[in-house]
């Protein structure tokens, strides 16, 4: 090809090169790569040589013949001509969009596939702006041309790509990524109208365009407005390294209007030709934009009074908030409140506390026993709350997110490399023939082909499921093995007779009553095909009635082995048999909790990398009155049971401590013994507030069980004689050290500056406007902390009126949010989890304990890019990087006086500028750091909403606005 002026070539194709060839010169200078390959897909017509390096070698990929020596006849979806790692960049700038939506992932994997190091990946991606952007210039084309626009309708009828779907592949895939944007929406449509009218006018396009492109591709850069919305992304993945291929350039207000002038003046010379009364088009403008205008001013100033208004009301709703926090801490309010418990009590529940009681009375004796039934009569049902979603939400959920194309699951089991047999153990005992029928056709419906079903029969005495058992033994599927009992060995000994029967590589545990989905043993091969070196993969459940409708799904978090300890999240799981068979299978005697005792056994046998989650609903409860599914208290051995169980893994794993039962079936608290005695440094910056600061160390010196504390308060420029006087008298507390900090606010550096002066091991953040609630606040985070493998423990914050304001850290709610914020404290939350010791990924510092040692490994608090805000985040996450735990415990209790009414940070913008610019620069900074922990926070599953912090189901029809 000849040589071109590139400044003549259409404006987004000289963009999205420009581009594309800045950020390959970028990698090969951070690569130190002179020469490089590089594959163009679909790029016959994309003058992508004109932009590249000399030295650097281009290969198109095109289903198009030409004459170019350098052009290979193929297809992007299958690229078999090369060979892995054939080229160093691998290119495509307009071709997605165009695939099929089915056929993009494996488009994105062949690219992945024959790249060394760099994929460029180009396309306008789905959002509300381009949408409608598309929709428009498609109907200005039918109208002005009086055909249709052949490209455009292939992107409405393949539908455009979701950038939100490639980056979660992507982050499957362990891939790092930059997105640069090219082309505002704007512009772009404004480009085509000028296009359009040219081809419908049928006049050379070069010669009207020409001028404007040449414009337009000098100045682009100057031209991109930053907060726009633009219509191409650009996407640079690499398989090693990192880099960042954005471009310095600063937006140009003048050149911009100058660009707009050349548009719409050469629309107008367009329009003057065209067969329509231009004048009238003018005048309805005219009048149009008059209209607007009058209407724009009308509401700016309805806006200045409703703002007004606003200000007027905030005031108020501040003074109402402070009182109604007074009188709901008030002891009037807490008795009232306990009398309304009262009042509501159903007989119902007089069985659950019985049982409960009777656990309690063998395990803590009858002074705890009186006094736990008196704590439970004042909490009254909202104890026995199991936080499930509501029917409707998750029916929705079902539609919007469970799509199967079995066709495409076919394929792509046709497609695995490792097809190992997975064994499904299912026991047998009187069950009724209808659901043990629904449960076999559950495991024969299955897509992935490779498995067996061990069926044992435990000397059942109906013979209705005898004569079920025997008419699958005879049906003459060989997958399908059955034995009988002669005697009855309870649910352990069965499960190990059916274990017997296993020759698979996988053993899947499954309930003669439950279901499996058809894509479920698929689901679990899958993920084994990624990682043949799994041991033990758990996926999300629901239950199924009696008329087969599913209900209350269990979205799980990733592996919380301290989640674990607290409750047996994980249930049906899949494991790698010779374990299961090295550890002698199932044990007697913990019947109703073999397989929780099984996996507590099993976890010591392998390590959490080899532990996997499958975020989808693979496995179905019966919930029938038989069944464990509707509460333990339908087996209620199970509870003791599970509690032996915990025990014994303690005794195994050389920990001091007990198992017990909490306030709901099922859940468990491992109560470990602090060893020694340690000491703790609580630290407190403080800025006058003296009743704040006097309630908060009081609460301390008073409530604490735990004694050997200090208490550091840091001083920050406090101006009142008041706080004066308070400092002077705590001189006679030999508990209380007081440091000056004589420097302008900022949390970071008050508190690393405390840390350095400290002498003890483990360093206790607190907030001065906290009061502690619990007197083994203390020693119930310390027995956590001293743990080797946890780096950091939060506590429980309540506001006054007894809602939480803190139970663990969610990430990704916008940088995050407090778990179960503005929840009752009396309610459990989702699944009991407000009320269990687990994982997160971040606590807050309002309290937050951490080992001195850790922390300053991890560099402390970020003084300089984090002064005030997410500080306490990041601190986590670097705490987490380096190997380590981050346990939430609800047995350390505070309140925390942050107000109720606090606004969003958004409203900041007017109110205080400054600071507004100062959060957006520290949001800007943890998500750009953090971007991948955010999106994907391990500890809370993908479908929960990111939109509120109630572990509420994920219906949301956009994605989380971050930042």
Not at 408 to 415: G, H, T, Y
């Amino acid at each position: 090809m000849g040589k071109i002026d590139i400044l003549d070539l259409p404006f987004d194709q000289y963009s999205r090169n420009y581009i594309i060839s800045a950020g390959i010169k970028k990698y090969k200078k951070a690569n130190k790569l002179p020469g490089i390959k590089i594959l163009d897909v679909g790029g016959r017509a994309g003058m992508l040589e004109h932009f590249i390096d000399p030295g650097d070698k281009l290969t198109l990929l095109d289903i198009r013949p030409g004459k170019e020596p350098n052009l290979v006849l193929g297809d992007g979806n299958k690229m078999n001509m090369f060979e892995d790692n054939s080229f160093d960049v691998v290119i495509s700038s307009d071709v997605f969009e165009h695939i099929n939506f089915k056929r993009r992932v494996s488009f994105i994997k062949e690219s992945i596939r024959v790249s060394k190091g760099l994929i460029v990946l180009a396309a306008p991606f789905d959002s509300p702006e381009v949408k409608q952007a598309e929709k428009t210039a498609a109907a200005y084309f039918k109208k002005i041309a009086g055909e249709r626009h052949l490209w455009l309708e292939e992107h409405i009828k393949n539908g455009l790509p979701s950038h939100k779907d490639l980056e979660n592949l992507l982050d499957q895939e362990k891939l790092g990524y930059n997105c640069v944007f090219s082309n505002n929406t704007r512009d772009w449509l404004l480009f085509q109208l000028v296009i359009f009218y040219s081809h419908a006018l049928k006049v050379e396009g070069k010669k009207l365009t020409r001028p404007l492109f040449r414009f337009y591709n000098q100045n682009f850069l100057e031209l991109e407005e930053k907060t726009s919305s633009f219509y191409r992304r650009i996407y640079f993945i690499t398989k090693r390294g990192e880099f960042k291929p954005s471009l310095e350039y600063s937006f140009s207000r003048g050149k911009y209007t100058r660009f707009i002038e050349k548009i719409f003046s050469l629309l107008f010379k367009l329009a003057l030709d065209f067969k329509i009364s231009e004048e009238d088009e003018i005048k309805k403008s005219k009048l149009l934009l008059r209209k607007n205008w009058l209407k724009t001013n009308n509401l700016a100033a309805q806006l200045e009074k409703k703002k007004s208004q606003l200000a007027t009301k905030n005031y108020q709703l501040e003074r109402l908030t402070a009182e109604m926090d007074l009188m709901r801490s008030s002891k009037f309010w807490k008795l009232r409140n306990r009398y309304l418990k009262l009042k509501n009590f159903r007989r119902e529940d007089m069985s659950e506390l019985q049982r409960k009681a009777l656990s309690v009375a063998k395990r803590e004796g009858i002074i705890k026993t009186v006094r736990y039934f008196f704590k439970y009569l004042a909490h009254g049902r909202e104890y026995f709350q199991s936080g499930s979603h509501r029917k409707d939400d998750y029916r929705e959920w079902i539609n919007l997110k469970e799509k199967k194309d079995e066709k495409e699951i076919s394929q792509k089991i046709n497609e695995l490399d490792y097809k190992p047999k997975i064994s499904i153990i299912t026991p047998v005992y009187n069950v009724d023939s209808k659901w043990l029928n629904q449960c076999v056709d559950s495991v024969v419906n299955q897509s992935y082909p490779h498995w067996e079903l061990c069926l044992h029969d435990d000397a059942s005495t109906k013979k209705e499921t005898l004569n079920c058992l025997k008419k699958w033994k005879t049906c003459g599927d060989k997958r399908i093995r059955v034995s009988f009992g002669q005697n009855n060995q309870h649910i352990s000994g069965a499960s190990n007779e059916a274990l017997k029967l296993a020759t698979g590589e996988f053993i899947l545990l499954l309930d003669n009553d439950d279901k499996l989905p058809e894509n479920a043993l698929y689901e679990y091969v899958k993920a084994l095909n990624k990682n043949p070196k799994i041991d033990f993969i758990y996926s999300d459940e629901d239950k199924i009635d009696e008329k087969n409708r599913r209900l209350n799904p269990f979205f799980k978090p990733d592996w919380s082995p301290d989640m674990f300890l607290s409750m047996n999240y994980v249930c049906h799981s899949l494991f790698r048999r010779s374990i299961v068979n090295a550890l002698g299978g199932f044990r007697k005697g913990y019947e109703g909790a073999q397989d929780y005792d099984l996996v507590l056994r099993f976890i010591e046998r392998t390590s959490p990398e080899k532990i996997f989650h499958i975020p989808k609903i693979l496995y179905h409860w019966r919930q029938i009155e038989t069944s464990t599914s509707t509460g333990i208290a339908a087996k209620n051995y199970a509870g003791e049971n599970s509690i032996k169980a915990l025990n014994d893994y303690l005794k195994r794993n050389m920990v001091e401590g007990h198992a017990q039962e909490e306030l709901s079936p099922g859940r468990f608290r491992i109560k470990r013994k602090i060893v020694g005695d340690p000491g703790v440094s609580i630290i407190i910056p403080f800025h006058d507030q003296t009743d704040v600061l006097i309630r908060c160390v009081e609460s301390i010196l008073t409530k604490t069980d735990y004694k050997n504390y200090e208490i550091v308060l840091v001083n920050n420029q406090s101006q009142e004689e008041k706080t004066r006087r308070y400092l002077e008298k705590l001189k006679d507390y030999p508990a209380c050290k007081v440091l000056k900090y004589d420097k302008p606010f900022n949390f970071s550096t008050i508190n690393n500056f405390a840390v350095s002066w400290s002498k003890n091991e483990y360093i206790l953040f607190l907030n001065n406007d906290t009061e502690v609630i619990t007197g083994e606040w203390l020693s119930a985070m310390l027995e956590q902390i001293q743990r080797p493998e946890v780096g950091a423990v939060g506590a429980k914050l309540l506001y006054p009126n007894n809602k939480i304001q803190h139970a663990g850290v969610i990430l990704g709610t916008g940088i995050a949010g407090h778990a179960f914020k503005h929840l009752p404290e009396d309610n459990e939350g989702y699944m009991s989890q407000a009320n269990i010791i687990k994982n997160y990924s971040a606590v807050t510092a309002a309290c937050l304990l951490t080992k001195k040692s850790v922390f300053s490994k991890a560099g402390g608090f970020d003084e300089k890019n984090l002064s005030i805000a997410y500080n306490d985040i990041d601190l986590c996450l670097k705490i987490r990087k380096m190997g380590y735990l981050i346990v939430y415990t609800p047995y350390a209790k505070l309140y925390h006086y942050e107000s109720l009414s606090r606004g969003d940070d958004e409203q900041l913008k007017t109110t205080h500028p400054e600071k507004y610019r100062r959060v957006k620069r520290e949001r800007m900074h943890m998500f750009n750091k953090w971007r991948r922990e955010i999106k994907n926070d391990p500890y809370y599953s993908p479908n929960l909403t990111r939109l509120k912090e109630d572990f509420s189901i994920n219906l949301d029809a956009f994605p989380p606005r971050y930042v």
